[in-house]
């Protein structure tokens, strides 16, 4: 039963305006991101996951374990795209805002992001439908640099921005241990209790 | 072959375990206590119980990549990947290096394994089910196989040992084809198992939903430096708590209180050595790895219990004039007849009930569907033999969202919150022993140790692939006659190793000339030697088999015991 508070009492230390993010200039070098994606990513995350009375993406860091990944994981296949998506999607920005991408406001970005996630349930789908395939089976039956591909790769890039953002913090120490419920040797089972009882789901 | 044992090492011993797992474990415990100086040989590392489980108490947010493996260190261990869960930082500790280990695919074979004192023990997935007199007699109902030269009354006794020591959390049913272990208190079905449990019992008459059955220790009594299960289901990292039954928390402590046992890691054992006069094994070559010494070692008795493949290529590599194709291979099944279980078939679903509802701590097992097809050998399908179901449910977390394109702040917030219920349903069915599929020995190709490499060439057939269908519709059916909602069924792609229950290359049987063990698992034409790891099956059933390998080796263990105490082996 105890534990069923451990949120409560965590949360007031969240309450902090401190986390409002205002874009200031990390610090860290990206190992993988080029040019400008570091920019365009911390945008991207900022947006998908903004700081509230909790705090956002940003300001886990998020942007720089996207750039890890990418860096240390992530197969050389993932990296192609990744690198290949986030060019077209600077070009889609610069296009659309007649700008270069590292002056692009958060407002803009999240505009453009709109266009490409605000869609119909029917377009989601076949998007997740289309991007199942490796890139070359796309070329095969769209061809190469045919608008599929483009499309291919632009969601791509940031279905994993996207991916990495919801990975990296939800399992973050700090949303682990003191947003959601943290419990880490439960020493019991209970199959069925109140949810009211343990508050946010477990983190681990 | 040079014998360069050093001279303080003592080199006779009244009998020799090659293995740490489950079933080395239990052979050193068993001999020990019988008062014989045993040699327990250990081809990996040495594993202290605790002291050497260093990711026991690490989260995800512990690791820089979350538990992910870097892309240069994931080339190591390709192969040990394909379960899809061994090769994460937690765990791949325990998982050989395929570039130092490689093995040979005439077909694709999932060869799953780890390296170290304890074995597969520390990783094993704890599930733990007797077999039936069905499963013992099923070879000489349908023909398929040869006939088990013991029958389930002649485990009973060997199973309540076994259990008692063990620890088995579970709840009897008293089912014929899945007959009640020795139980501690079951872990609690949640709320939505318990509706599924509801819902067949409703709408079936031929099924029922029951508890795992889990080697997770329960209840009052107490063991050994051991306490019970802590719900935190991080056992694959081994257990700082002794929750879970493994060769380090159990029986390789048990066998060291005797002051019997000699505990060598670091030493291959690649062939067992023949004396033609005496018409027994005299001892072991061995290689030290780590002063790259050949050694031998001689005992009045052998266990094999490496692990159904490395004991099926140390008999293979024992050739001598008498066993030119391998110790003991007069039948030429030494190598053939390998069994896995097939699964990766199932249905999936949601529960739109309990809402309001969530649990408290982290069950490491779920519930179990016993077997309810073509039960007492009928046959009833247009296939023989017959399945289980293993499954649970579980509220979803964030990664229900990975599948969405919504951002922002209520995605934030919602996905602080459970998601819905889901129930997965994961079908495990018998293969049938084909003696096509078979491991040989590579002399071409060889290992680090100038050992030659193994060679699989394993498929499940027709039978398998019938008993899959069924599978997968009789999971749907199921679930949707609970009452879940988006009930989808699956048939994934699934190779022979990958459910980590190989067995079958040295099985036992009645007749010499079919099989390679008697009814006690000893060789038939070198009873000194004793094969009880999963090499000695002669038929897969449908259940986790690794209680059944413990029951095996408690009882051939003791016949050995007998006959060392009568004399019986008069080598050395």
């Known amino acids: 039963m105890s534990l069923a508070l451990g949120y409560t009492l965590a ?194 | 072959m040079a014998d360069n044992n050093s001279a303080e090492e003592k080199q006779n011993f009244d009998v020799i375990v090659i293995g740490t797992g489950v079933t080395g474990g239990w052979a050193a ?258 290689i030290d790895t780590i002063t790259h010494e050949n050694l031998e070692f001689y005992a009045k008795i052998i266990f094999c219990c490496a692990g159904t493949m490395p004991t099926t290529g140390i008999l293979l590599k024992s050739k001598s004039k008498r066993f030119p194709n391998g110790l003991g291979n007069d039948s030429g099944e030494l190598g053939h007849n390998i069994m896995d279980h097939h699964f990766k078939v199932g249905a999936t679903a949601i529960s739109e009930n309990h809402e309001e509802d969530y649990y408290k701590g982290r069950k490491p097992t779920g519930f179990f569907v016993p077997r309810f097809r073509n039960l007492d050998n009928k046959k009833e399908m247009n296939f023989v033999r017959g399945y289980g179901m293993q499954g649970g449910a579980s509220r979803t977390d964030w990664r229900r969202a990975v599948g969405e394109m919504s951002y922002g702040k209520e995605l934030k917030e919602k996905l602080l919150k459970p998601g819905e219920w889901e129930i997965g349903i994961n079908c495990f069915g018998e293969c049938l022993p084909y003696h096509e599929n078979k491991v040989t020995l590579n002399n071409e190709k060889l290992d680090e140790w100038g050992l030659p490499t193994l060679t699989f060439d394993v498929e499940y057939k027709e039978n398998e692939k019938l008993m899959r269908e069924d599978a997968e519709k009789q999971a749907v059916a199921m679930l949707e006659a609970a009452g879940f909602k988006n009930v989808k069924g699956y048939q994934e792609p699934c190779f022979p190793g990958n459910g980590i229950h190989e067995m079958g290359t040295a099985r036992m049987g009645r007749d010499p000339k079919t099989s390679v063990l008697n009814e006690n698992n000893q060789i038939h034409a070198v009873p000194n030697v004793y094969v009880t790891d999963g090499a000695c099956m002669a038929s897969s059933a449908s259940q986790n088999p690794s209680l059944t390998y413990m029951t095996l080796t408690a009882r051939a263990a003791n016949h050995a015991a007998k006959q060392f105490k009568e004399n019986k082996f008069k080598n050395i």
């Open chain 2, 29 to 286: 415990k068993e001999l020990c206590e019988n008062g014989l100086n045993t040699l327990v040989l250990e081809r990996g590392r040495m594993v202290e119980h605790i002291t050497d489980y260093p990711t026991m108490y690490d989260d995800p947010w512990d690791y820089e990549f979350k538990g992910e493996l870097k892309r240069e260190e994931a080339k190591n261990q390709l192969k040990q990947a394909r379960t899809g869960y061994t090769i994460k930082e937690p765990s791949k500790h325990w998982f050989v290096d395929d570039l130092k280990h490689p093995y040979n695919e005439t077909k694709r074979f999932d060869w799953i394994r780890g390296y170290h004192v304890g074995g597969k023990s520390l990783m094993w997935a704890r599930m733990s089910f007797r077999w039936s007199e069905m499963d013992f007699e099923a070879n000489l109902k349908d023909g398929h196989g040869v006939d088990w030269p013991i029958r389930y009354q002649d485990l009973v006794p060997w199973y309540e040992k076994v259990e008692k020591f063990v620890g088995i959390s579970g709840k009897s049913e008293g089912l014929s084809q899945l007959p009640d272990s020795i139980f501690t208190p079951p872990m609690e079905l949640n709320c939505v198992e318990k509706d599924f449990q509801d819902g067949i019992t409703q709408n079936f008459d031929d099924r029922m939903v029951i508890h795992g059955r889990v080697a997770n220790l329960t209840g009052d009594e107490s063991r050994e430096g051991r306490s019970n299960c802590q719900y935190r289901n991080r056992c694959i990292r081994g257990c700082p708590f002794g929750g879970y039954f493994s060769s380090n928390s159990s029986t390789l402590p048990a066998a060291k209180r005797t002051g019997n046992m000699t505990l060598r890691p670091n030493s291959i054992v690649h062939e067992i050595i023949y004396d033609e006069e005496q018409k027994l094994a005299i001892g072991v070559r061995v």
């Open chain 1, 11 to 204: 949360a007031p230390t969240l309450f902090s305006t401190l986390y409002s993010c205002t874009s200031e200039p990390e610090t860290w070098q990206p190992l993988f991101f080029i040019k400008s994606q570091k920019y365009i990513v911390t945008q991207l995350a900022d947006i998908i996951l903004p700081p509230t009375e909790i705090v956002g993406a940003v300001d886990l860091n998020i942007p720089e374990f996207i750039d890890k990944m990418y860096a240390d994981v992530a197969s050389e296949e993932a990296m192609d795209i990744f690198k290949k998506g986030g060019d077209l999607f600077e070009k889609s920005f610069v296009e659309r805002f007649n700008k270069d991408s590292a002056s692009g406001s958060k407002e803009e970005y999240n505009e453009l992001l709109d266009t490409y996630f605000r869609i119909s349930d029917e377009s989601q789908e076949k998007i997740f439908q289309l991007t199942k395939f490796d890139e070359q089976e796309v070329i095969d039956q769209y061809g190469l640099n045919s608008k599929k591909q483009e499309a291919y790769l632009i969601y791509k890039f940031l279905l994993s921005v996207r991916y990495h953002s919801l990975y990296g913090f939800y399992t973050s120490e700090k949303i682990g241990e003191e947003v959601l419920s943290y419990d880490p040797i439960p020493g019991t089972y209970k199959g069925c209790i109140p949810l009211s009882e343990v508050g946010n789901a477990w983190s681990l």
